[in-house]
């Protein structure tokens, strides 16, 4: 019989290659940007002299090391799960701050791996689709995030293993990670949605002790992230402050539908590099999020369109990417397609080529992670 410890240990082996691979394929990517930046009309030698703590990372360290009030307001928009990780890193090893962010990020991103790994053998119990989804995961044109200091890498393994706990029905646990997701990106609380799924399967003949731990990890997320935002509009005397500023970023909410019409207009402009570069990424993880929806258990098609349609609603598409990752289980959807003859060479070799480009545009300051 296969241990714990060894199944993880299996896991975590059948997860390393990649997570490895993609550490390079960022070092690669920072080489270029140093190479090209004098010739990019965005160049940006201040990124890329920050290496891994550029963009929203210096945000992140500068919380770590001074906490809120000691930043301009425009910080609360940042959760605090990932800073109080950081913390903690940092009071446990060596070498400050910067270190203890990117060695949370890095080790989030690889338990993030691993719990993808058991989710899809959980699923399918078919090791190549497992083995395909690490690595698009990991090579995710937008996954250079989880090799930088953002929070991306631990949201990931709370949410995917929030979907394993949901599969397993324990549900404390799964509230549990629900709410650690939450204290981690507000787009946590779209965890409601699979967790109210999985706990509406059976719900009628459950007994009221069932009932009660269902609900819980039905509202977990919400309440994680809820009381963020409580204690910031108290604390600093102004009501939703986390969301609000946030607004003022990106912009009112719109209709995604025309969002993404004027984003493909932009292909055809000024803004090609700017907003028009996020359509086309749009379409491609919409058709993901489809195929997903048809083809795996609802809450996973669900849950990732959920995660496209929020992000598509602001009229600044900036980071676009970034939060479609946070609907992990479009990767399904390319791992599907990276198993079809016709495409299993060219799926990997595009996303990879995606990671590329995009650590190298974000680093000369053209395109904004």
């Not at 937008?142 to 953002?150: C, E, H, Q, R």
């Not at 631990?154 to 979907?163: G, K, M, N, Q």
């Not at 409601?192 to 977990?220: F, H, T, Y």
């Not at 390319?334 to 060479?345: D, Q, S, Y």
């Amino acid at each position: 019989m296969t241990t714990p410890v060894r199944r993880l240990s299996s896991d975590l082996l059948a997860t390393l290659p990649a997570w490895v691979v993609a550490r390079l394929l960022v070092g690669v990517s920072w080489v270029v940007a140093r190479l090209v930046s004098d010739e990019l009309a965005g160049a940006g030698p201040d990124r890329i002299g920050r290496g891994l703590m550029a963009w929203d990372a210096d945000w992140y360290r500068s919380l770590v090391v001074g906490g809120y009030d000691a930043l301009p307001l425009e910080g609360v928009r940042f959760f605090p799960g990932f800073i109080l990780l950081g913390r903690l890193a940092d009071a446990l090893l060596p070498g400050g701050p910067t270190t203890a962010m990117v060695v949370v990020a890095n080790l989030g991103s690889l338990l993030a791996g691993v719990a993808l790994y058991r989710l899809v053998l959980a699923e399918t119990a078919d090791r190549q689709l497992a083995d395909r989804s690490v690595w698009l995961l990991a090579c995710f044109p937008a996954a250079f995030v989880l090799v930088w200091g953002y929070a991306e890498g631990p949201f990931l393994a709370a949410s995917i293993s929030a979907f394993l706990a949901f599969r397993r029905r324990n549900w404390w646990m799964a509230a549990g990670l629900a709410a650690a997701a939450g204290l981690i990106r507000p787009t946590g609380v779209l965890l409601a949605i699979p967790a109210l799924l999985a706990a509406g399967s059976g719900w009628s003949g459950c007994p009221s002790s069932e009932k009660l731990r269902r609900g819980i990890a039905v509202v977990a997320a919400p309440v994680g992230a809820g009381a963020f935002v409580a204690w910031a509009s108290v604390h600093f005397d102004d009501p939703l402050v986390p969301l609000t500023i946030q607004g003022e970023l990106r912009g009112e909410a719109v209709d995604p539908a025309s969002r993404l019409l004027d984003g493909l207009s932009d292909l055809f402009g000024p803004e090609t590099l700017g907003d028009g570069l996020h359509a086309p990424f749009a379409l491609a993880f919409l058709a993901l999020g489809i195929l997903v929806l048809r083809s795996w258990p609802a809450r996973y098609g669900v849950y990732a369109l959920a995660c496209l349609l929020v992000a598509l609603c602001a009229q600044n598409l900036n980071s676009f990417e970034r939060y479609a990752l946070n609907g992990f289980p479009i990767v399904f959807g390319l791992a599907a397609l990276a198993g079809h003859r016709r495409f299993g060479r060219a799926v990997p070799i595009l996303s990879s080529a995606g990671l590329v480009a995009l650590s190298v545009l974000a680093w000369t300051d053209i395109y904004v992670p």
